[in-house]
């Protein structure tokens, strides 16, 4: 069983600067891409960034320049530094992940975290 937990959201004023991490735990052959997608309220879930196993990085151009991701392969952890944080950066922010969890599986799968919501607000 393959389990994503994020941690890290919270409320924080505009301009200011939030850190998102999400570790994956489980039944953990091969971790391929993970990323970071978010949600606002009546909006569809969009990508916001995302990484491969050998640290090439896309970024959404909304957050581009402000947003940082990272893993670090060794934990199965996925992190997102976030800086100039503005209003329209709130919403639910979901880990993701393409994992194989053994080799039975034969093919990666698409694993989601249960989100952690981000409110940029003064």
């Known amino acids: 069983q393959v389990q994503l937990v994020e941690s890290g959201g919270g409320l924080v004023q505009p301009g200011g600067s939030l850190r998102l991490s999400c570790s994956a735990s489980?039944?953990?052959?091969?971790?391929?891409?993970m990323g970071w997608y978010r949600q606002a309220p009546g909006k569809q879930r969009e990508l916001v960034a995302r990484?491969?196993?050998?640290?090439?990085?896309n970024y959404a151009d909304s957050v581009k320049g402000r947003f940082t991701i990272s893993r670090d392969n060794t934990r199965n952890t996925v992190t997102l530094q976030m800086n100039s944080l503005k209003p329209e950066d709130t919403a639910v922010y979901y880990c993701?992940?393409?994992?194989?969890?053994?080799?039975?599986?034969?093919?990666?799968?698409?694993?989601w975290g249960q989100g952690t919501q981000v409110s940029v607000s003064s």
């Open positions: 993701n992940a393409q994992i194989m969890p053994s080799p039975l599986a034969g093919t990666y799968n698409d694993y």
């Open positions: 990484i491969t196993r050998s640290d090439n990085t």
């Open positions: 489980g039944s953990l052959l091969s971790i391929a891409g």
